[in-house]
């Protein structure tokens, strides 16, 4: 089945600097690349999207990368506020599967003021 | 749009018992999914309802049972409790799978 993996597991940074956070998937049918930012207490929210036949996706300060052939993808945040800590989770599901969404283990985001 | 809505919010049970727990999604929503989250294994996927009918089914032993009622509302069900399904049990709505919605969750705890 699929597999994804997501790193790095913490990441601290201050703020006003970037943060990048790359998962790799297994199975080269995967079609949809969902982000998830959940806060302490809270429940994951979605915050930005791509599909596999687009390479680039960009959100204000959040884009989203996707490279198919290496099977990777990847949040950046720019210009990171201390209101983006968060832990941020990656997923992705399959084409005949949409509601099935397999998540990475997570990256907890944390931005020094 | 009025959210998801999980109830209850919080649970404690003894092992041995069994669980129900309830997941209204958005309107217009056909399309529920359900997650198991712990600290150590992250998000799990459950199962999805889709239409009144089980969709896709996750990893899970058959203590872990679900269903959808014709106005989208989906029920899970935990039988024969165990202490390692202590957990947040989080729902999912969304119109045809993608785009997921999440509830606040229910906290599970098992004694």
């Known amino acids: 089945g699929e597999n994804v993996e997501q790193h790095p597991s913490t990441l601290s940074v201050q703020e006003g600097d970037s943060a990048v956070i790359k998962c790799t998937y297994s199975?080269?049918?995967?079609?949809?690349f969902p982000w998830y930012k959940q806060e302490l207490g809270k429940r994951p929210q979605l915050i930005i999207d791509?599909?596999?036949?687009?390479g680039e996706k960009k959100d204000q300060r959040i884009a989203v990368t996707l490279n198919k052939t290496a099977k990777h993808f990847s949040l950046h945040i720019t210009e990171t506020q201390p209101e983006d800590s968060a832990v941020y989770f990656c997923?992705?599901?399959?084409?005949?599967?949409?509601?099935?969404?397999?998540f990475g283990k997570g990256t907890k985001l944390s931005v020094k003021p | 749009k009025a959210g998801v809505t999980q109830t209850p919010r919080y649970l404690i049970k003894t092992r041995g018992q069994q669980v129900t727990l309830s997941c209204s999604p958005i309107?217009?929503?056909?399309?529920v999914s359900w997650y198991q989250q712990t600290p150590g294994q992250g998000l799990q996927f459950l199962f999805e309802?889709?239409?009144?009918?089980?969709?896709n089914k996750g990893n899970f032993p058959g203590r872990f049972s679900g269903r959808q009622f014709s106005n989208s509302r989906s029920e899970m069900n935990v039988s024969t409790l165990e202490l390692g399904d202590s957990a947040l049990y989080l729902c999912?709505?969304?119109?045809?799978?993608?785009?997921?919605?999440f509830g606040p969750g229910t906290r599970l705890l098992v004694l």
């Open positions: 997923a992705t599901t399959q084409q005949g599967s949409q509601g099935n969404l397999i």
């Open positions: 199975d080269s049918a995967s079609n949809y």
């Open positions: 999912a709505s969304s119109q045809q799978g993608r785009d997921q919605d």
């Open positions: 309107s217009g929503h056909r399309s």
């Open positions: 309802y889709f239409s009144e009918t089980q969709r």
């Open positions: 791509i599909r596999s036949n687009v």
